[in-house]
């Protein structure tokens, strides 16, 4: 019996040293039990398609982010609730765009499965989209007008985030400047109020305050650069998505713009206005995989992870820290 007692206490330490969440597996579950309350509709449509999206899983990374930075930067328990709600409100605006996105880009497959615009059309998931965006101010309207702000503020960096990448799709002459634009403002914007609005209800100074902001920032940049390199790697079973699908859209992912920088062959191909099919999508994606610029791609979301770990070493040790730590490196290393 003690035996067993002590694998059972062993098995928990291995779990919690190799989960970034376990320290605050209790937070998360509030958050996932609240969010799918929150998903409910007077029409049953709208909370149709979006249990549909979001019940489909997803990675929860931003909650999980958000509340581990409120718990490293000294929250307590007795006001956890305020985190908890932060978590759930930008998740919701996450799961948002994922619908507003499919429907932009035509989107058929998310998460492995058909998209909800494939399954449901264009208007009903457009309005649940519009739901998702309701609901989370709904929740942000209770606190402090500089967190609504924060919130506000990000919402409005996303949809310029999106005109921007529509507005340069298929261009051969986009930059590595123009590229990080894009993904501060679609991606990283979200991870960086996340940070800041955390840190700031866990009562942190303006200075760690600001520090967690630009840590989003950066957490938010590596995890859309790896996205990006996946989505050339694949394969398909694990990234939930045609292999290719930046590319044969014209979107400026990171080995779009690698390729046109690098590799004149590929420039030539993906200039303005050119939708690459057939046997040319096959060739460039051929190209894109050069394991030279992938190792150049990771190299870039690498030196954003250097920059978060330098952010996170300003607060002071804890188990919460170290998980954060933990939740920062996987974004290199994840597979899908």
Aim: hydrophobic share 45%.
């Amino acid at each position: 019996m003690k035996n067993s007692q002590t694998a059972g206490v062993a098995s928990s330490a291995r779990e919690e040293i190799r989960d970034a969440a376990f320290p605050v597996k209790r937070d998360l579950e509030a958050a996932e039990a609240k969010l799918s309350r929150l998903l409910d509709s007077n029409e049953a449509i709208i909370g149709e398609i979006c249990h549909y999206l979001v019940d489909a899983g997803g990675k929860r990374l931003r909650p999980l982010f958000i509340l581990l930075v409120y718990r490293a930067c000294g929250g307590i328990s007795g006001n956890v609730e305020d985190a908890i709600d932060a978590a759930i409100a930008l998740e919701l605006i996450h799961s948002a765009t994922l619908l507003h996105d499919d429907i932009i880009d035509g989107g058929l497959l998310r998460r492995g499965k058909p998209s909800a615009f494939a399954r449901y059309g264009f208007a009903p998931s457009l309005v649940a989209g519009d739901f998702l965006f309701c609901r989370a101010f709904e929740l942000c309207g209770r606190f402090d007008e500089r967190l609504v702000h924060t919130a506000a503020r990000a919402c409005i960096q996303l949809t310029e985030g999106e005109v921007m990448e529509e507005r340069m799709r298929n261009s051969g002459t986009a930059t590595i400047d123009d590229y990080l634009a894009v993904i501060s403002r679609k991606t990283a914007s979200l991870f960086a109020a996340g940070g800041k609005v955390a840190a700031d209800l866990a009562g942190a100074d303006a200075k760690t305050i600001g520090a967690m902001e630009t840590l989003g920032l950066a957490v938010g940049r590596a995890f859309q650069m790896v996205d990006d390199l996946l989505d050339v790697i694949g394969p398909e079973e694990k990234i939930g998505k045609p292999v290719g699908s930046d590319l044969r859209a014209g979107t400026i992912s990171l080995p779009v713009v690698l390729g046109v920088q690098h590799n004149t062959e590929f420039a030539r191909n993906f200039r303005a206005g050119t939708r690459l099919d057939g046997a040319d999508f096959d060739h460039a994606l051929r190209l894109m995989r050069d394991p030279s610029l992938i190792a150049r791609g990771r190299a870039m979301a690498a030196d954003q992870v250097t920059h978060a770990r330098t952010l996170l070493s300003q607060l002071k040790p804890s188990v919460y820290r170290e998980s954060l730590s933990m939740l920062i490196d996987e974004q290199i290393d994840r597979e899908d």
